[in-house]
């Protein structure tokens, strides 16, 4: 059974010099990409890479940016930066076709430039859609000025993955800080903060009317819906006595939401997930090389997982291979 696995990082090297000249506050996970045999395996876009692939059981690997990407980076270096990570993965992609696809990275601190480069990304170089941190510095992803962006990727129907990233220097001052260091960075990052961080940006959009006004516009969630989706029956009977919205924040999941795992290999998790969103929007992904461990994990997960034949497919690859067909059709009509 083919396996697609749709969350799989990069980080090249002039991706890292951007991040040392971009103006502070800077992302302190930017560090943990840095160097080790994460910063080599974020680096290899060949054979090695296609190693690991191979031993985990995935056959092809959709390319991004690894956090923080470019939120935090000036307007013209986001660009500039934005448009070498992208020739860079379709490059990738044109060496290995059955083994690599791409999401694009796209320049959110110049909103002119966001919604061309998106364009530009899915039809001239072929990518399947963008992945981005929903906020930008001290603005979410629903603020007007990104409308177009949001816009471009309905219009192209290709969706956008919300990554997790690090919340404002001063939420973790409040929230997350006085344990000590480590544990203050760890809580207010990947062990909890920017799940919080990624999930609530679904959520403003819901709140702020964009999927009424785009109806069409497909968000993807990591590890299984980054927190907020096991609360959805609170927050959407919330939403429905104080927000004057078309539907219900139940009827978003399932309409405007697709979900991912991130290696999180929890058949809990994943039956949680299909109740709410349902087996049509469910994708697989190991957010290589984070997760990655030796022992074919990923292809032990699908094999043995509590799906039927018809939901494993879709899982695997169908869902996929369906949310992204429009983008092909796109890259095909507008290739060189």
């Known amino acids: 059974m083919r396996l697609i696995a749709i969350e799989e990082h990069i980080l090249p090297p002039f991706v890292r010099d951007a991040w040392d000249a971009a103006p502070p506050p800077h992302d302190p996970v930017s560090a943990f990409a840095d160097g080790g045999e994460n910063g080599r395996r974020l680096a290899d876009l ?4 296609i190693a690991l692939m191979d031993e985990q059981g995935v056959d092809v690997q959709v390319l991004s940016l690894t956090t923080p990407g470019l939120h935090n980076l000036t307007p013209a270096a986001a660009v500039e930066t934005a448009q070498r990570v992208n020739d860079l993965i379709a490059e990738t992609c044109t060496r290995h076709p059955d083994r690599f696809q791409g999401l694009a990275a796209v320049p959110t601190p110049d909103t ?24 930008t510095r001290e603005r979410h992803l629903d603020h007007p000025a990104l409308r177009p962006l949001l816009a471009k990727a309905a219009e192209l129907q290709v969706p956008l993955f919300i990554h997790p990233q690090t919340p404002l220097a001063e939420v973790r001052q409040a929230n997350y800080s006085g344990i000590g260091e480590t544990a203050d960075l760890a809580l207010a990052a990947f062990g909890l903060g920017w799940h919080y961080e990624a999930g609530l940006q679904w959520l403003r959009l819901a709140a702020a009317g964009v999927f009424d006004a785009l109806p069409d516009l497909q968000i993807i969630l990591g590890h299984w819906g980054e927190v907020v989706l096991f609360y959805l029956e609170r927050t959407s009977a919330v ?98």
Not at 46 to 49: A, Q, V, Y
Not at 114 to 125: I, K, M, S, T, Y
Not at 308 to 321: E, K, S, T
Request: aromatic share 10%; with cysteine.
């Open 46 to 49: 060949g054979d090695g890479r």
């Open 112 to 135: 002119d430039a966001a919604p061309r480069e998106l364009e530009r990304a899915v039809r001239d170089l072929g990518l399947k859609g963008a992945l981005l941190c929903g906020r």
């Open 239 to 336: 939403f429905a006595r104080a927000l004057d919205l078309q539907r219900s924040l139940s009827d978003y999941a399932r309409t405007n939401l697709y979900v991912t795992g991130s290696g999180m290999w929890s058949e809990t998790y994943l039956h949680r997930c299909l109740e709410i969103v349902g087996p049509e929007r469910l994708l697989f992904s190991t957010d290589f090389p984070y997760q990655y461990k030796e022992g074919g994990a990923p292809r032990h997960f699908l094999d043995t997982v509590g799906l039927d034949d018809a939901a494993r497919q879709a899982f695997a690859h169908g869902n996929w291979d369906r949310l992204t067909h429009a983008a092909g059709q796109q890259a095909g009509r507008h290739a060189p």
